[in-house]
């Protein structure tokens, strides 16, 4: 059992009682929600929100509405299956935890989803699927951090 000191532990109660976690199975998203774990550990009522956001590009009428749509439907099948192994891995806690798939923008989504949902804390890595590396940030935790209303941990 961990012993926290009862200031210390009410003070990160209101800090992150809600973690919200986005994620696109990228090594640091796998880094980043093993933190919000480990920080879900050391009390029982924090919250755990992951969150993925897929992006399927429409508008293309050279391919046609009927192929968007079995884009759509592919992404959206392989994101659940992505889900169900991260709830698979959540269930282990006794915190209340929800996964979420999501369609759009991931940076604005994001953003909304952390408004929409009382977020207290973002938990995210500092870059994602992309194989660029020049840059410290990728775009989404570049845009959330500018951008969100509630202190983001960026995992590296
Ligand atoms: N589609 C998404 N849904 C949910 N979270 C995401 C998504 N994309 C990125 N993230 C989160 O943002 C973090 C940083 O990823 P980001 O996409 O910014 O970097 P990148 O892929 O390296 O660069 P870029 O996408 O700008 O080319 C990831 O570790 C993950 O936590
Ligand atoms: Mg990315």
Not at 85 to 98: D, F, G, Y
Not at 115 to 130: E, H, P, Y
Not at 132 to 153: A, D, I, M, N, R
């Amino acid at each position: 059992m961990l012993m926290i000191p009862w200031g210390r532990m009410m003070k990160m109660l209101t800090v992150c009682s809600r973690i919200a976690v986005p994620y696109d199975d990228s090594e640091m998203s796998k880094k980043a929600l093993e933190t919000a774990i480990m920080l879900a550990k050391q009390d029982d009522r924090i919250e755990i929100d992951v969150l993925t956001v897929i992006n399927v590009p429409t508008t293309l009428a050279y391919y046609g509405a009927y192929n968007d749509d079995r884009i759509r439907e592919s992404h959206l099948a392989a994101a659940k299956e992505m889900m169900n192994a991260v709830e698979e891995k959540l269930s282990a806690l006794p915190n209340k935890t929800r996964s979420f798939v999501l369609e759009g923008s991931p940076s604005l989504t994001i953003v909304e989803f952390i408004k929409q949902n009382d977020s207290d804390l973002v938990v995210m890595g500092s870059r994602g699927l992309s194989g660029l590396q020049e840059l410290f940030l990728g775009s989404v935790s570049h845009y959330v951090v500018q951008k969100s209303t509630c202190p983001v941990y960026i995992v590296k």
